[in-house]
Structure formats: C-alpha cells, structure tokens
C-alpha cells in the first residue's frame, strides 16, 4: 500500500519563472508545492499542517450588497475548525469584494463565492485560495465572470497579494469560472497550475515573474474527436503515477440530449493533452480508494441517468480505477469499474425519481486504514414522508475499491445531528472530507445552502476509527463567522 504525506513541514527553496525570483518557506510553516496525487493537495493555507475549510456563500450580503457574496476561512489546529466564537479559540476570516485588497467591488448578483478551489499557485509551501463570481460583469458585459486568488502565508490568507483573472476575450453570459481546479498538471513550473471554467472551455494560468499567466485554453465544445460538453465541474487527480496531476472536465452534453459526459487531459511535461471522453457527472471527486498508489475517479450523476445506466433512478455513482495504463475497466463507452445507486445491497435507503444521489461527493480516510472513503450527497432524499428533506452516504474504501459493508447513512433526524428534518432543507448539497485536527482522520461537512430559507447552514461531523460519527456534532452558518447570513446560500461551495 501506498501512503503520501501532504504535511511534510520542511524547508524549502523554489525557482520561479523568470530566473530572479526566490521565494525561501520558512521552516515552521513551508508546506510541499506542486502536488499531483489528490491527498498532497489538502487545503492548508498557512502550511501549519492542518487542513482550512474554505466555504463559499455566493448569496451573501457584502458592502451592503445582497447578492455579492463573500467566502469564509476556518483554520485547522488541533482541536479542528470551529466559529468565530468557539471555545478554545480558533482562527476565522471572512473575505469578499468589500474586503480592502480583494480586486473589484461589491456588486449585486456578482455571485463571489460561487465555486472555490485551492492549490500553491506560487510554490511558496503556503496553499492558495481561488474564488470565482461568475456573474461579474466586465464593462458593459453582463456575466461574463471573474476569478480572484487569494495567496496563502505564514499568517493564513491575505488580500495584499491578490489577483483578478479574467477570460482572454470577456463575452456575455459566459460565466468564467463556474467551476475552478488547480494541481501541477504541467513541468512549467514548480507550482500548482489553476484550471478556470466557463460555458465553452477551460483557460490555465501558471504562475511565472510575479504573477499569473495566460498559458493555454482546452476545448471542450468544437474539436473534432471530442465528445462536445459545456463544463459544470472539474476535478484532478494522478490517475496513472507519471508525477504530473491529471484534469477531468465533467458537464452536459451538447449532442447527447443533455447527458452527463467528462473530458479526461493528462498532464504531462508541457501541460495536459486530451486522452479521452468518459462517462461521467456533474460532480466529481478524486483520491486513492485501493490503496495502490493511483488516484480514483468517482463521478456523481444525481439526474435519471440514461444509456448504459437505464432504468436505474434516483442517480448513480461511477468509480474509474487508475493504473500505470490510465484508468482500468474502461471500454470504447467508457464503463466504470463500480457503479453504485440507493439499489446497490448494502447502501443505505432506497433508489427514487428526484432522490439526487451524487449530487456531490468528497473523498478522503475518514477511519485512518488507508483506503480512501466516499461521502455522497442525496439533497433530493425524502425523510419519512418529508420531501426533499436531504442526506448523505458514506461508503468505504478497500483493496477492492469501494465497499457497501459498513456503510453509514445521515440525515438531521439521525440521532446526535442538530435540527430537524424538513421539506426542502436539501441537507447533502454539497460535502466535504477534511482532516482539520490532523490526527489521519477526515471529519464530515455536510452542507444545505438553502436551509432557513436560504441562509445556509453546515454541519459537522465527527471522524473515528469506525468511520463518520454523529455523536457531538454541531452547526454553523455565515452569522457564526462574523458574516452577514441571511439569504446567503452559505455552503453552496466548499473546498475539495
């Protein structure tokens, strides 16, 4: 079995692009830059070893704008994550287009906070924060989106360094980045490189004398030989070993009457290269599962899934397997190794219309055995005769890859979870497996962005040697924060 440490603290020196720039990580902090596998990129944006949550509430009100939006950072330490008010005391922030430093201005239905990502763009040892609001418009161009980084230090994120990226050439409604991703995909430099999404391709950046850079643009719409989609998500992952992060843009469609579909781009020395189409989701996860050293690809398909997958309902999820050959068990139609549904034996509840099983899914060792674990959101899932009241499952990983056997089922009726079961929370929208305390043990996120009409609410749960846990957890929302939390959708993104 293989294991990788993302928390190695040891000094270090980069080169950066440009042959004059040296930046030394002190040696009580420095973090390892330019990760490939998924578990050496954990979210750790002042490299103490411990992983921050950052958390995205596009709805917020920020500079007395409604709708501007705002993200919020919880650091890790050894008692984990809390809120601003927590007992013993840990480190929050709060960061928006209002902050002084943050590029732009506060403006209604910019949506900031709408997709978040993170990686060591500058290869300082410190993770970087990445925020995109894609209905920022530029000029008289409505919606045609914005990314904001906001660099890591010694002292956790700051604006003083932060940068606004736009796309080469803005267009209406295009919506640059509605989804974000950075890992080292390519030998350019040292650092992570960031992957930004709009409706009709993904642009990279790549950090190099100072700043950002333009690098490259992937098609996802009109090369031929692709299967044309319009990206909604992306995730990264060393799916076959080489050193170099590989790229899955995941999205819908455009001939296929609107299926699910993933483009996979391999990184390599000059950057990633288009390998293949995949079946795929809207949402997608990477992290070894077996153990054998190559990161996994899991897809969530939360919608009623057609083609290979009919009559199943109530969604699905599909794990590829890497290899030293790319990804295992996959045919001309691109057939996951595993597909798992709600009618899976051993899953917990049942698969129905509208259930949204793989809504979203987070991998990582939430027991501490080695194997990576899966946590699915199921919005969509009924409690008892409440509709839409929302949940999650948590399925393990073993040398077989995933495993039914010990599988765990949450829900805020289960016993030990605060609130209460109601129509529409959409409890599982989004989830998140984190390791804030650093003890080898990922603790549960669990979001419902539209709880308490659209406030936003996430839970906490614990990590233990059986698994996820309800036993002592608890709740926040942006108000915990120092954030203004009415109407925020707080919880609509969070890191992966």
């Given at each position: 079995?293989?294991?990788?440490s993302s928390?190695t603290l040891a000094?270090a020196t980069?080169?950066?692009l440009?042959?004059?720039?040296?930046t030394a990580?002190p040696?009580a902090f420095?973090g390892?830059p330019?990760g490939t596998y998924?578990d050496d990129?954990?979210?750790?944006?002042?490299?103490?070893g411990?992983?921050?949550?950052?958390?995205?509430a596009?709805?917020?009100t920020d500079g007395?704008k409604?709708?501007?939006?705002y993200v919020t950072?919880?650091?890790g330490?050894?008692?984990?994550?809390?809120?601003?008010?927590?007992?013993?005391?840990?480190r929050?922030?709060?960061?928006?287009?209002?902050t002084?430093?943050?590029?732009?201005s506060?403006?209604p239905?910019?949506g900031f906070?709408?997709?978040v990502?993170?990686g060591?763009l500058?290869?300082?040892g410190?993770?970087?924060?990445?925020v995109?609001?894609?209905?920022?418009d530029?000029g008289?161009?409505?919606?045609a989106g914005r990314v904001?980084?906001l660099?890591?230090?010694?002292?956790?994120l700051?604006?003083?360094?932060s940068?606004?990226?736009?796309s080469?050439?803005?267009?209406?409604?295009?919506?640059?980045?509605?989804?974000?991703?950075?890992a080292r995909?390519?030998g350019?430099?040292?650092?992570d490189q960031?992957a930004?999404a709009?409706r009709?391709?993904v642009?990279?950046?790549?950090?190099?004398?100072?700043?950002?850079q333009?690098?490259?643009?992937l098609d996802?719409?009109?090369?031929?030989?692709?299967?044309?989609?319009?990206?909604a998500s992306?995730?990264?992952?060393?799916?076959d070993?080489?050193?170099?992060?590989?790229?899955?843009v995941?999205?819908?469609?455009?001939?296929?009457?609107?299926?699910?579909?993933s483009a996979v781009f391999m990184?390599?020395?000059?950057?990633?290269?288009?390998?293949?189409?995949?079946a795929?989701?809207?949402a997608?996860?990477s992290?070894?599962i077996?153990g054998?050293g190559y990161d996994d690809?899991?897809?969530?398909?939360?919608d009623?899934?057609q083609?290979v997958?009919?009559?199943?309902?109530?969604?699905?999820?599909?794990v590829?397997?890497?290899t030293?050959?790319?990804?295992?068990d996959v045919d001309?139609?691109?057939?996951?190794?595993q597909v798992?549904t709600?009618?899976?034996?051993?899953?917990?509840?049942?698969?129905?219309?509208g259930?949204?099983?793989g809504?979203d899914v987070?991998?990582?060792?939430?027991?501490?055995?080695g194997y990576?674990?899966?946590a699915?959101g199921?919005?969509g899932?009924?409690i008892?005769s409440?509709?839409?009241a929302?949940?999650?499952r948590?399925l393990?990983?073993?040398?077989?890859?995933?495993?039914a056997t010990?599988a765990?089922?949450?829900d805020q009726?289960?016993?030990?979870?605060p609130?209460t079961?109601?129509?529409g929370d959409?409890?599982?929208g989004?989830?998140?497996?984190?390791?804030?305390?650093?003890?080898?043990?990922?603790?549960?996120?669990a979001a419902?962005?539209?709880e308490?009409?659209s406030?936003?609410?996430?839970w906490?749960?614990?990590?233990?040697?059986?698994?996820t846990?309800?036993?002592g957890s608890?709740s926040?929302?942006?108000g915990?924060?120092?954030?203004?939390?009415?109407?925020?959708?707080?919880?609509?993104?969070?890191?992966e």
């Amino acid at each position: 079995m293989t294991h990788r440490s993302s928390r190695t603290l040891a000094a270090a020196t980069f080169l950066l692009l440009g042959g004059a720039v040296i930046t030394a990580a002190p040696s009580a902090f420095a973090g390892t830059p330019g990760g490939t596998y998924a578990d050496d990129r954990n979210c750790d944006f002042d490299g103490d070893g411990y992983d921050d949550v950052l958390t995205g509430a596009p709805g917020g009100t920020d500079g007395g704008k409604k709708g501007a939006g705002y993200v919020t950072v919880q650091y890790g330490s050894a008692s984990g994550i809390g809120t601003a008010t927590s007992v013993p005391r840990v480190r929050t922030a709060v960061f928006g287009q209002s902050t002084a430093g943050v590029p732009g201005s506060a403006e209604p239905g910019d949506g900031f906070g709408t997709a978040v990502a993170t990686g060591d763009l500058d290869a300082d040892g410190f993770d970087d924060a990445i925020v995109s609001s894609p209905g920022e418009d530029e000029g008289s161009v409505s919606d045609a989106g914005r990314v904001v980084v906001l660099y890591g230090s010694k002292d956790g994120l700051t604006a003083a360094r932060s940068a606004a990226l736009r796309s080469a050439a803005p267009e209406g409604n295009a919506r640059f980045g509605l989804a974000l991703g950075a890992a080292r995909l390519s030998g350019a430099t040292p650092g992570d490189q960031l992957a930004v999404a709009g409706r009709s391709g993904v642009t990279l950046f790549t950090y190099g004398a100072g700043s950002l850079q333009l690098t490259g643009r992937l098609d996802t719409e009109g090369v031929p030989g692709h299967e044309p989609i319009r990206p909604a998500s992306l995730t990264t992952g060393n799916y076959d070993g080489d050193g170099y992060a590989d790229l899955v843009v995941s999205g819908r469609s455009l001939e296929e009457d609107g299926r699910s579909w993933s483009a996979v781009f391999m990184g390599g020395a000059d950057g990633p290269v288009f390998a293949r189409d995949l079946a795929g989701g809207t949402a997608n996860a990477s992290g070894d599962i077996n153990g054998d050293g190559y990161d996994d690809l899991v897809f969530g398909r939360p919608d009623r899934p057609q083609d290979v997958y009919e009559p199943l309902t109530g969604g699905v999820v599909g794990v590829f397997l890497g290899t030293a050959a790319r990804m295992a068990d996959v045919d001309d139609l691109g057939t996951p190794a595993q597909v798992w549904t709600q009618a899976t034996p051993g899953v917990p509840g049942t698969a129905e219309l509208g259930d949204g099983f793989g809504a979203d899914v987070s991998l990582a060792d939430i027991d501490g055995d080695g194997y990576e674990d899966l946590a699915v959101g199921v919005p969509g899932e009924d409690i008892g005769s409440v509709a839409d009241a929302g949940g999650v499952r948590v399925l393990r990983g073993s040398d077989e890859g995933l495993t039914a056997t010990g599988a765990k089922s949450f829900d805020q009726d289960a016993p030990g979870v605060p609130g209460t079961a109601e129509k529409g929370d959409r409890w599982g929208g989004q989830v998140r497996l984190a390791d804030t305390d650093a003890d080898g043990r990922s603790e549960l996120l669990a979001a419902a962005p539209g709880e308490n009409t659209s406030d936003g609410v996430v839970w906490w749960l614990a990590a233990s040697t059986t698994g996820t846990v309800s036993t002592g957890s608890w709740s926040y929302g942006g108000g915990s924060l120092g954030a203004s939390g009415t109407d925020a959708l707080f919880g609509t993104s969070i890191d992966e």
